[in-house]
């Protein structure tokens, strides 16, 4: 069998194998993925929350002079019949 490939490290002096070292640097980017995932779905259920009451207020906005506009010409058509 092959000897594994052994890495020293030079600020403690202890030795790991690469494949250890590949596998906690997977699963180290892993979790940083996930974690940024989760940021990222948090900031645009965010954005989209604040784009949907944007988009109520307009819309109740809108309701609010139509039904004033509706008011107007109901009253102005009762004189004539």
């Known amino acids: 069998m092959a ?3 052994v890495i020293t490290c030079p600020h403690c002096s202890k030795t790991f194998s690469a494949q250890d070292f590949i596998k906690d ?3 180290e980017a892993k979790k940083e ?3 940024n995932q989760k940021k990222f779905k948090a900031g645009y259920e965010k954005k989209l ?3 949907q009451r ?3 207020e307009e819309v109740a906005e809108v309701q609010k ?3 004033g506009k509706i008011e107007k010409a109901g ?3 009762s004189g004539t019949s």
């Open 49 to 51: 929350k604040a784009q």
């Open 54 to 56: 944007s988009k109520k």
């Open 25 to 27: 640097h997977l699963a």
């Open 33 to 35: 993925s996930i974690e």
């Open 75 to 77: 009253s102005g058509n």
């Open 3 to 5: 000897k594994d490939f």
């Open 65 to 67: 002079k139509n039904a």
